[in-house]
């Protein structure tokens, strides 16, 4: 077993209520998630609430796509808390952290965080190909993605 962080961070020219209605409601994740293009076919079930605390999404579509399902579990408007759980290709749950941190100068600073713990096939290929290797690309992806969004 071993313990994981990947952290990105970018300043977005809007304000953290604006930002936060892109992140605390998942419908509004397909203008900006990072693998919104990996499958044209995903098929998405969105269950609990709107938005906030409760708000459930889950997924399903092709070999790299996978399937999983994220909940919201905290919601304030500084920080945003989803619980994360792929069951293909491989089995895992993390945390997901979106922290909104508006600077003096105006423009928001998000950092997005996920956290968790790599078990068998995993944590051997974390000896190997770090988890910040693996998916930090595609929070930098994501996060430009969402600074246009919130900007537009």
Same mark, same amino acid.
Do not use: C, I
């Given at each position: 077993m071993a313990d994981f962080e990947v952290v990105r961070r970018i300043v977005i020219s809007a304000p953290p209520a604006r930002i936060h209605a892109l992140i605390d409601n998942f419908r509004e994740w397909t203008k =900006?998630?990072? =693998?919104? #293009? $990996? #499958?044209? %076919?995903? %098929? *998405?079930? @969105?269950? !609990? /609430?709107?938005? !906030? $605390? !409760? /708000?459930? @999404? /889950? =997924?399903? !579509?092709? *070999?790299k796509a996978g399937a999983g399902s994220m909940e919201l579990v905290s919601d304030d408007e500084r920080e945003i808390g989803v619980r994360l759980e792929f069951l293909k290709p491989f089995k895992a749950a993390n945390d997901v952290v979106f922290e909104l941190n508006p600077t003096e100068s105006g423009p928001t600073e998000v950092v997005w965080r996920m956290s968790g713990q790599q078990h068998g096939l995993m944590a051997l290929l974390g000896k190997v190909i770090s988890m910040d290797r693996l998916v930090g690309k595609d929070f930098e992806k994501g996060l430009t993605r969402l600074k246009a969004a919130a900007e537009a």
């Open positions: =900006w998630s990072p =693998w919104e #293009d $990996v #499958d044209p %076919q995903l %098929q *998405r079930t @969105y269950s !609990g /609430a709107e938005s !906030g $605390v !409760g /708000a459930h @999404y /889950a =997924w399903s !579509g092709n *070999r």
